[in-house]
């Protein structure tokens, strides 16, 4: 069975710092920025713990490749995905909390 994955944007409370990651558990990994579980990360050091935009894939390697395209992007490109789908800029933790019982 293939392992499905995730890529993922968070931001901190005033939307100034976007960390584009990849996870196979979206609700754990946000969590982990959350909690700050790694002190001495670039998203603990920037508080980037509100997720704002998520994509899903059947293959934890097609999210791995989507998160290089991204990363590989330029910031307007970033805003353009997050406004696409999240014009507000609302924390979707809440949303994606039970993603993984589907």
């Given amino acids: 069975m293939m392992k499905v994955g995730f890529i993922y944007m968070v931001t901190n409370k005033n939307n100034t710092t976007i960390y ?3 996870t196979a558990n979206l609700p754990a ?5 959350k909690t700050k579980q790694y002190k001495n990360s670039f998203s603990a050091k920037y508080n980037l713990d509100k997720l704002v935009y998520w994509e899903a894939f059947q293959d934890i390697g097609n999210a791995i490749g989507r998160e290089k395209q991204i990363k590989g992007g330029s910031r307007q490109k970033k805003l353009d995905l997050i406004n696409s789908i999240n014009p507000e800029w ?3 933790y809440e949303s994606i909390l ?4 589907l």
């Fill in 90 to 92: 609302i924390d979707l």
């Fill in 98 to 101: 039970n993603i993984m019982d």
């Fill in 20 to 22: 584009v990651g990849v």
């Fill in 29 to 33: 990994r946000i969590l982990e920025h």
